[in-house]
């Protein structure tokens, strides 16, 4: 249920504007909007990340501890991990979005973006962006690759489980409960990373595509 509304809040950020553009061809947006743009935008893939990471977790837990699956994974142990993931991820892009509106635009007014991202920003900005830049690489080591480790370790165990189960017919149900959350994960982290971890002079617009699997496929899956 979380993840669904996380979904639904996600696309609701740009997909919308993006529709009212192809059909009025008035891409202009407010100053205040593009930065709210920016900050929702970056809430909701924060608060994915952290969340797929709690989901393999459950996952883990239901494979190789089914037994205690409904004392670790109970209703109030799953609402303290939900407030907790939507609270992480609405704060870690506050300093961010802060820094953003600081920056003067005075080369130009023109996103080379269909929404308001961090990349195409810092691109017209003709203030000094490096510390934005710096900041984003560290909280990309800390949020990407701590939850990634999370996810990624906790299918190590899954798979050393299913490897351990003798019936083929065993093995194929097991993993089929993991399926549609290992897909969303691959796809969601390929995506991401190719986005953001990268320098900001190699972004080009024509790997929007990137930006495009994030914000309509994944939520769309």
């Not at 740009?14 to 970056?42: E, R, V, W």
């Not at 797929?52 to 991990?81: E, F, G, T």
Request: proline content about 4%; charged content about 10%; some cysteine.
């Amino acid at each position: 249920g979380s993840l669904s509304v996380l979904d639904i809040s996600s696309a609701s950020t740009t997909l919308p504007n993006l529709l009212a553009m192809l059909h009025t061809q008035d891409k202009t947006i407010s100053f205040a909007g593009c930065i709210l743009q920016f900050y929702f935008f970056m809430a909701f893939a924060i608060t994915e990340f952290i969340l797929l990471s709690a989901m393999a977790y459950d996952r883990y837990v239901a494979i190789c501890y089914p037994l205690h699956y409904a004392l670790r994974m109970s209703l109030k142990h799953c609402a303290k991990i939900i407030v907790g993931v939507w609270v992480a991820g609405f704060l870690d892009p506050v300093l961010h979005s802060v820094l953003i509106a600081k920056l003067s635009f005075c080369s130009s007014n023109h996103i080379n973006h269909f929404f308001c991202d961090l990349t195409p920003l810092l691109r017209i900005s003709c203030s000094d962006t490096s510390p934005i830049e710096m900041i984003n690489y560290i909280y990309g080591v800390i949020v990407g690759f701590s939850t990634f480790a999370i996810t990624s370790s906790s299918y190590v165990f899954i798979m050393f489980k299913i490897l351990n189960i003798c019936s083929s017919e065993g093995k194929k149900k097991t993993l089929s409960t993991c399926t549609s959350h290992l897909t969303c994960v691959i796809i969601f982290y390929g995506t991401m990373m190719c986005l953001y971890l990268r320098p900001t002079k190699s972004f080009s617009p024509n790997q929007d595509i990137f930006a495009l699997l994030y914000v309509v496929l994944i939520p769309m899956l």
